[in-house]
């Protein structure tokens, strides 16, 4: 799957500028379509699929919903709609979480060649992903550690919770998305 990453950062409008303060505004509105001025989960999963309108992004559920529950962790107000629902303030970070898990989860998706959610043992020390995980990450010493240091439940696979918090621990980038302008 090739990713448009130019539609992508355009429709993420989360620097902290006016002109992406307005483009978060309308965008807000457009997905906030009962005007209560909040947001469940499924009204931003449908936000992305009917407002900004990137299929990748939509096909991408897990970093969708692991986006919307970063944010609500790491909110450090009290939500006066309780911890189900995003606020607008908390909108900037959900839209820049959302850039940055969907290309953790292009990461995911390239190594989990078998298609089913999950990176087996097996796939994550092939003898072609040294390389690019070195270009993500930087080195890696011992695939296999690595492997288990990410299985943090033990279960013998790496599931996309598991990697999400691997991924930012280890400021994953990988070579062929096109980067947001620095806010």
């Known amino acids: 799957m090739s990713v448009d990453w130019e539609e992508v950062n355009t429709k993420l409008p989360f620097a902290r500028t006016k002109e992406d303060f307005a483009k ?41 919903n692991r986006s919307f529950h970063h944010c609500k962790n790491v909110s450090t107000n009290p939500s006066e709609h309780g911890p189900d629902f995003i606020e607008f303030r908390e909108f900037r970070l959900l839209l820049q979480t959302l850039r940055q898990f969907f290309e953790y989860y292009q990461a995911f998706d390239r190594i989990d060649t078998g298609d089913d959610d999950r990176i087996s043992k097996e796939e994550f020390t092939s003898d072609g992903l040294k390389a690019a995980m070195e270009k993500w990450v930087g080195p890696v ?43």
């Open 24 to 64: 978060r505004k309308e965008l807000w509105d457009a997905m906030d379509v009962n005007g209560n001025g909040f947001l469940s989960l499924a009204e931003v999963t449908k936000g992305v699929r009917d407002v900004l309108a990137v299929d990748e992004l939509f096909d991408a559920i897990p970093a969708i």
């Open 141 to 183: 010493e011992d695939m296999e550690g690595e492997f288990d240091s990410i299985d943090t439940n033990g279960g013998g696979q790496i599931l996309f919770n598991e990697f999400i918090d691997w991924a930012l621990a280890r400021d994953l980038d990988i070579e062929d998305d096109i980067e947001p302008e620095e806010d």
